[in-house]
C-alpha cells in the first residue's frame, strides 16, 4: 500500500515509479489532476495564474440565520474578478467557501429537514446571484466544539443529510446566469465539494457515504502541528518521519484512511501549505524536532520564509529523509520552523500521480506571490512524461 511507497520513495524521486503505469498509453490525461487554489477575499487580489489552475474557492462566506452570506465588503466585486479569469482559462471553475476556522453556523443550519432546506435554497440563491460554479464546505469540524462553536452528537448524520439536500437542489438548478454571462443550461454540473480533515476529524462524519455527493473532497493534509500540539513535528510531512510518535499524521496515512473508507482516489486533492509554522522556546534535542516547546509562535508565508529565515539569521534548513520534508533549526534561539518547499511539493506531486489521486490543492493564493510554488505543482501534475 502506500507505506511501501514511502520506503522507497528517494530511489524513485525523478523516475517513473513501480507503482505508476510504465506504457506512454496507460498514463493519466495531465487535465485529470485538479489544481484548486484557495483564495481569501481582500482588495487587491492576488496575482493569480488562472491557466495553471482548475478551480478557484474564494474565502470565505459564513452563515447568518441559517443562510449563506457574502459578508465581505468586497465579496461582489472579488467575484467578478475571479469569474474574469475565464477569460484567459475558460475552464476554470469558481466556488465559493462556506464556514472556515471558527465559523459558526453549520450544526444549527444541518439540524432538521426545515434547516437543511433553508441553507441549500440560500446555496442555490447565491450561486444564481454571483454566477459562481459552486460550493465548497468547509464546516470545521462536525460533532467537535472546535473554538466555542455549537455541536452535536447528531452532526454526524446531518452532515450526510446537509450535503444530499445541496446535491439534490444544484442537480435541478436550472437557473440563468446573470451578468451576461449566459444561461446556465441543465447539463452544467453545479460543483459541490468540502474540505476536510484526517483522524479524528472524520471520526465525526459517515466518509463512506458522503462522497457521491462530492465532486472532489480538498483534504487539510497541513496543520498536523501547530499551537494546539504538544510538540513541534513537521506540519505538513508526506510520510511519517523516524522520530515521530507511531500514529503521526501525514499525507500518507490522511490518505489511506481516506481510500480505506470507501473515497474513490479521484476524489481526493491533497492540500499543501504555502506557509510555514514557527515554534519558539523549543528543546534542542534532535535540532528541535518532536519535542515540546515554550511557545507557539506565528506563521510565515513563503516569501517571508526566503527572504529571512531559510539559511539566513541562525536558521539552518535540513531535510527529513523519512518525512520528505524541509525544515528549519536556529540553534541560538531555539527556534524550529516546519514548511514546504518546492522540492517536497514536487514529491507531494509525485504521490498524486504515483496513486492516481484526483490532484493538489493549497492554501492561499497571496502567500505565493510570484507563482514559484504553484509553477511546482503544475509543472510535475502535468508533465506525462515525467
Request: aromatic share 10%; glycine share 8%.
Amino acid at each position: 500500500m502506500l507505506r511501501a511507497f514511502a520506503v522507497a520513495f528517494g530511489a524513485c524521486l525523478f523516475a517513473a515509479c513501480a507503482t505508476q503505469p510504465s506504457h506512454p498509453s496507460q498514463q493519466p490525461r495531465a487535465e485529470h489532476y485538479r489544481l484548486v487554489a484557495y483564495v481569501v477575499g481582500r482588495e487587491p487580489l492576488p496575482r493569480i495564474d488562472a491557466e495553471k489552475l482548475t478551480a478557484i474557492n474564494y474565502a470565505f462566506a459564513h452563515i447568518g440565520g441559517g443562510r449563506i452570506v457574502l459578508d465581505a465588503p468586497d465579496a461582489a466585486a472579488n467575484l467578478a474578478s475571479l469569474r474574469a479569469l475565464k477569460a484567459r482559462n475558460p475552464q476554470l471553475k469558481v466556488l465559493v467557501s462556506v464556514g472556515g476556522w471558527g465559523a459558526e453556523g453549520f450544526s444549527d443550519a444541518a439540524a432538521d429537514a426545515q434547516a437543511r432546506a433553508r441553507f441549500a435554497q440560500s446555496a442555490v440563491d447565491l450561486i444564481a446571484a454571483t454566477a459562481v460554479d459552486g460550493i465548497d464546505l468547509d464546516w470545521e469540524y462536525p460533532g467537535l466544539p472546535g473554538p466555542g462553536l455549537v455541536h452535536r452528537s447528531e452532526d454526524e448524520r446531518n452532515f450526510t443529510l446537509l450535503l444530499r439536500e445541496l446535491r439534490e437542489r444544484f442537480d435541478a438548478f436550472t437557473h440563468e446566469y446573470p451578468g451576461g454571462s449566459g444561461p446556465r443550461s441543465s447539463s452544467e454540473r453545479v460543483l459541490l465539494t468540502a474540505a476536510l480533515a484526517d483522524r479524528e476529524f472524520v471520526a465525526h462524519i459517515e466518509l463512506g457515504r458522503i462522497h457521491p455527493y462530492l465532486d472532489w473532497i480538498n483534504l487539510m493534509t497541513y496543520d498536523f502541528h501547530n499551537s494546539l500540539t504538544p510538540t513541534t513535528g513537521h506540519h505538513a510531512a508526506l510520510a511519517r518521519s523516524s522520530t515521530s510518535a507511531p500514529d503521526e499524521r501525514s499525507v500518507e496515512h490522511a490518505v489511506e484512511q481516506f481510500l480505506a473508507a470507501g473515497v474513490p482516489a479521484r476524489k481526493l486533492v491533497v492540500g499543501v501549505p504555502f506557509y510555514g509554522r514557527a515554534f519558539a522556546d523549543v528543546r534542542p534535542q534532535n535540532r528541535g524536532l518532536d519535542q515540546p516547546y515554550g511557545r507557539y509562535d506565528r506563521e510565515f508565508t513563503w516569501p517571508e520564509l526566503v527572504a529571512g529565515l531559510i539559511d539566513r539569521n541562525g536558521y539552518v534548513r535540513y531535510w527529513d529523509e523519512a518525512a520528505h520534508v524541509p525544515y528549519l533549526w536556529n540553534a541560538q534561539t531555539h527556534a524550529f520552523v516546519s514548511y514546504d518547499d518546492p522540492r517536497s511539493l514536487a514529491l507531494k506531486a509525485d504521490f498524486v500521480r504515483a496513486h492516481r489521486l484526483g490532484g493538489m490543492m493549497y492554501w492561499e493564493q497571496s502567500q505565493d506571490p510570484v507563482g514559484e510554488l504553484l509553477g511546482v505543482l503544475a509543472a510535475r501534475l502535468r508533465d506525462t512524461a515525467h
